[in-house]
DNA sequence: CGCGTTTGACCGGCGC
DNA sequence: GCGCCGGTCAAACGCG
């Protein structure tokens, strides 16, 4: 639990907040329960509580804020799964060989437009992503932790570049071929649009656009899962995570609501700054009070270290990981 | 000449 | 039904 000072800002007593950032699959929806359910009585000590002097106003305020940052709640654990699947609970060899599979058996690339369009045939993970509904697909009951990660089909990276550089080229590590580019709407620059072009089954797609906010800003959009290993060993983080910081970049907090964008790089004084807040300037103002204070920082830390090391899946693959590192004895 | 990129056209989903 | 818009295709083009 993170002791969020929302209050001071709705002029209130303070509340406490859910922040918490477990990886186990039902901590997505703690979240919206306790939104829903903002005084339930099984609430831990340090829980959510409404403090009993505020007036209506300031409880639908409260609330709505709860609400908000609850939301932001679900698509930091979202995003952070997503990132434990990629880099450590890698797909097993069942799912590597299912999804060749599904591909073998899916038509090979269409002569004509209208036949592959026409397939009757069900869309594999990376055409449901393509068509923006893989994201809210939910997981079958009884699903394990392992499931409920590969079901997270879409993740944003920014990336912050030289706003003379005119390519749209995000360096991943991965090989990338450019088969479109549009300009869209609600962005004057051209988004341009990828396919991973180091193995030609893999249904990975990549839209890289400038920040509507900020043309430094380049912003990326992964659909889809890889099945195949990075070329260059790198993982499909960007180039700040795997080689030591030097290209600064950052996470995206999802696509149907209000965009948070966390840089995650250590630029000057370090640490996590909120680099966008696309369509919530006063929720970007607010996270960059809480992110700015030792309170969530030191927090955050004990957060993610408890999660980490209570998920039996991480530790193991920790263990192992250090264990490739030693000398065989 | 082969391969990757560019770019205009086309398609399908969605809202009105 | 119509128009808008995002996504995709494929011929044309450019480069090594």
């Known amino acids: 639990m993170l002791l969020m000072d929302s209050a001071r800002h709705a002029g209130c007593s303070p509340v406490c907040l859910d922040l918490s950032v477990g990886l186990s699959p039902s901590t997505p929806k ?10 339930r009585p099984d609430l831990p000590a340090g829980g ?5 002097s505020m007036t209506d106003e300031q409880a639908k305020t409260l609330e709505a804020k709860f609400t908000q ?3 932001l709640n679900r698509r930091l654990t979202e995003t952070i799964a997503y990132l434990y699947a990629s880099q450590i609970a890698r797909p097993s060899p069942d799912f590597a060989d299912s999804t060749r599979a599904s591909q073998a058996a899916s038509p090979p690339p269409a002569a004509s437009r209208k036949r592959s369009r026409d397939s009757s045939e069900p869309p594999n993970s990376g055409d449901a992503a393509a068509s923006g509904k893989a994201e809210a697909v939910e997981s079958p009951p009884g699903d394990d932790f392992e499931g409920s990660c590969r079901q997270i089909k879409v993740s944003r ?8 550089d005119t390519t749209l080229t995000v360096k991943d590590g991965y090989q990338w071929r450019k088969y479109g580019q549009k300009v869209t709407r609600d962005n004057p620059s051209p988004r341009a649009y990828f396919r991973c072009a180091y193995a030609p089954s893999c249904p ?6 400038r920040s509507a906010e900020d043309s430094s800003v380049l912003v990326a959009t992964y659909e889809g899962e890889h099945n195949h290993p990075c070329p260059t060993r790198t993982g499909e983080l960007p180039s ?3 080689r030591g910081g030097s290209v600064p970049c950052s996470i995206s907090i999802n696509s149907s609501g209000p965009t948070i964008t966390l840089d995650l790089t250590k630029n000057g004084a370090g640490g996590v700054r909120v680099l966008e807040a696309a369509g919530a300037p006063d929720l970007k103002k607010l996270l960059c009070q809480e992110i700015a204070s030792a309170e969530f920082r030191t927090a955050l830390v004990e957060q993610m270290a408890s999660s980490l090391t209570r998920d039996s899946k991480f530790t ?6 250090i264990l490739k590192q030693l000398p065989d004895y």
């Not at 990276?157 to 003379?164: A, H, M, N, Q």
């Not at 990975?204 to 656009?209: I, S």
């Open 30 to 39: 703690t979240g919206a329960r306790m939104a829903a359910e903002p005084e």
């Open 48 to 52: 959510c509580r409404m403090a009993s």
């Open 69 to 71: 940052v609850s939301e």
């Open 157 to 164: 990276v920014c990336t912050r570049i030289d706003p003379s």
């Open 204 to 209: 990975v797609k990549k839209k890289v656009q």
């Open 240 to 242: 700040c995570a795997t």
């Open 316 to 321: 193991d693959a920790l263990a192992a990981a």
